[in-house]
T-cell receptor, first 117, second 109 residues
Framework: NAGVTQTPKFQVLKTGQSMTLQCAQD?????MYWYRQDPGMGLRLIYY???????DKGEVPNGYNVSRLNKREFSLRLESAAPSQTSVYFC????????????????FGPGTRLTVT | QKEVEQNSGPLSVPEGAIASLNCTYS??????FFWYRQYSGKSPELIMS????GDKEDGRFTAQLNKASQYVSLLIRDSQPSDSATYLC?????????FGTGTSLTVIP
């Protein structure tokens, strides 16, 4: 099992360009997440998908869109990249919340290092 | 106000010592707490999850949770140089997860 995979690993964009970050998981998890990680800021949730067919905003959604293509795949799109979006992007997956509200551990992909000039 | 707070460190301990990492979270109903380890340039990897008040031990790692004090900690016994990394505390509020900024740990041989 590959776990969570992300493509590409590295990307350089010019301001105003668009791109899509791809994420796939083979653990049959219902929930998937996109985070960005910046120095001194920790991991911040951009969007999440609690189950196939649903997506919700996280802490920092502005400038991003997502698509839950199927149960395995969750993509993140930057329509018009800005230098403030220079960051490391991580995708993660987990089981859905239990009926009691307990969350399950997340498993992370290797990350995409994005630079916007 | 941040949802999850950690001392950014750096924390340095000698090899073989106990490393103590702390995390506090804001006053909201939360069920689940996690500790992740992140090596430089790598993705976070899960070390421990804890759901109930008290201690949970796994090998050299012990997680401690006190919901009344909104406090979760991680103890690493017999610290090794390979434990040198950034440790992230994470808390769920419903479907959303909030991470602390991480504590950098260096174990000195």
């Amino acid at each position: 099992n590959a776990g969570v995979t992300q493509t590409p690993k590295f990307q350089v964009l010019k301001t105003g360009q668009s791109m899509t970050l791809q994420c796939a998981q083979d653990m049959n998890h219902n929930s998937m997440y996109w985070y960005r990680q910046d120095p001194g800021m920790g991991l911040r949730l951009i969007y999440y998908s609690a189950s196939e067919g649903t997506t919700d905003k996280g802490e920092v959604p502005n400038g991003y869109n997502v698509s839950r293509l199927n149960k395995r795949e969750f993509s993140l799109r930057l329509e018009s990249a800005a230098p403030s979006q220079t960051s490391v992007y991580f995708c993660a997956s987990s089981e859905t919340l239990s009926l009691a509200g307990s969350a399950y551990e997340q498993y992370f992909g290797p990350g995409t290092r994005l630079t916007v000039t | 106000q941040k949802e999850v707070e950690q001392n950014s460190g750096p924390l340095s301990v000698p090899e073989g010592a106990i490393a103590s990492l702390n995390c506090t979270y804001s006053d909201r109903v939360s069920q689940s707490f996690f500790w992740y380890r992140q090596y430089s340039g790598k993705s976070p990897e899960l070390i421990m999850s804890i759901y109930s008040n008290g201690d949970k031990e796994d090998g050299r790692f012990t997680a401690q949770l006190n919901k009344a004090s909104q406090y979760v900690s991680l103890l690493i016994r017999d610290s090794q140089p390979s434990d040198s990394a950034t440790y992230l505390c994470a808390v769920n509020f419903g479907n959303q997860f909030y991470f602390g900024t991480g504590t950098s740990l260096t174990v000195i041989p």
